[in-house]
């Protein structure tokens, strides 16, 4: 129930083309979904998060989508580039016994292709 | 604001060996977590230590262990170590003021020969 699954493991893209990918939970306490995106040789570092209260958001190319009765979220990057190539992972987060609780996706790694 | 600096970046060890492995996190922030990433396994959750105490625990051997110091710095440590140990460990840390976000170093890479 802890579990977030994520797909697909990898993906290639047209540069200027959309790259989906998306994530599915169980647990409804979730209340945090974060992605992450990791480049080579780095730790993953934020990209954009959302809460269960919205069913979008947008910052710049990036936007998660929401659907809480599906119990689904999708990173949507418009207009990939190349530099957008890394891998990403979804989590979800929520708060229990005094602290707040991480699950990841497993993670998709991603190629945009010139 | 320095960022979660983890130490060293890469090491070869032997297997049988033992190792340790260092992070000091963000200024400020008492909770510290570890992960294993391995290629094709996404970040498996080690332990998380929040002001000196482990309260939270993943499914590794008993082999793998940490702890906290005062300061918040962490440290890693694995025994007898086996070939499938080889990976990236990451250390994350984060605050009370943004909740449920991490903030990673860039990770220790392992290599068990």
């Known amino acids: 129930q802890q579990q977030v699954k994520q797909s697909p493991q990898s993906l290639i893209v047209q540069k200027g083309g959309i790259s989906i990918i998306n994530c599915a939970y169980e647990n409804t306490a979730f209340d945090y979904f974060p992605w992450y995106q990791q480049f080579p040789g780095k730790g993953p570092a934020l990209l954009i998060a959302i809460r269960p209260d919205v069913s979008e958001k947008k910052e710049g190319r990036f936007t998660i989508s929401f659907n809480k009765s599906a119990k689904q979220f999708s990173l949507h990057i418009m207009d990939s580039q190349p530099g957008d190539s890394a891998t990403y992972f979804c989590a979800a987060s929520f708060y229990s016994g005094g602290y707040q609780k991480v699950t990841f996706g497993t993670g998709t790694k991603l190629q945009v292709i010139p | 604001k320095a960022g979660v600096t983890q130490t060293p970046r890469y090491l070869i060890k032997t297997r049988g060996q033992q190792v340790t492995l260092s992070c000091s996190p963000i200024?400020?922030?008492?909770?510290v977590s570890w992960y294993q990433q391995t290629p094709g396994q996404g970040l498996q959750f080690l332990f998380e230590y929040f002001s000196e105490t482990q309260r939270n625990k993943g499914n590794f051997p008993g082999r793998f262990s940490g702890r906290q110091f005062s300061n918040s710095r962490s440290e890693m440590n694995v025994s007898t170590l086996e070939l499938g140990d080889s990976a990236l460990y990451l250390c994350?840390?984060?605050?009370?003021?943004?909740?449920?976000?991490?903030?990673f170093g860039q990770g220790t890479r392992l290599t068990v020969v």
């Open positions: 200024s400020g922030h008492r909770s």
């Open positions: 994350a840390s984060s605050s009370m003021s943004e909740v449920g976000r991490a903030f």
